[in-house]
């Protein structure tokens, strides 16, 4: 069975860091690329950052471009979201996602094909 399950999320004020996990099962975790999506209050899920299947290859959203990292470890099948100098507008639930297939659209989240529940981030002013 396909999982993904994210945690570290939380409340942190605003200038402050939190590194999101997502744990997923050996079956995705080793042929697909992961990424990372966002959905505020009111709003449409949007791409965050991702990293392919072989973990050679980064791809951020210009909004958190430069604060946050995304990793993972293949040892631990395990993907992180590093993520710095938080602002208030990345308050959201976060979402671990996986893919099959090369990068190209690897930031539409229409291309993925498993996701976890989500984690939410509240990041105060």
């Known amino acids: 069975q396909v999982q993904l399950v994210e945690s570290g999320g939380g409340l942190v004020q605003a200038g402050g860091s939190l590194r999101l996990s997502c744990l997923a099962s050996t079956l995705v975790y080793r042929s697909y690329a992961m990424g990372w999506f966002r959905q505020a209050p009111g709003k449409e899920r949007e791409f965050a950052a991702a990293?392919?299947?072989?973990?050679?290859?980064?791809y951020y959203a210009e909004s958190v471009k430069g604060r946050f990292t995304i990793s993972r470890d293949y040892a631990k099948n395990m993907v992180y979201l590093q993520m710095n100098s938080l602002k208030p507008e990345d308050t959201a639930v976060y979402y671990c996602?996986?893919?099959?297939?090369?990068?190209?659209?690897?930031?539409?989240?229409?291309?993925?094909?498993?996701w976890g529940q989500g984690t939410q981030v509240t990041v105060s002013s």
């Open positions: 996602a996986a893919r099959l297939g090369n990068d190209v659209g690897i930031a539409n989240s229409a291309a993925y094909n498993y």
């Open positions: 990293i392919s299947w072989s973990g050679g290859s980064t």
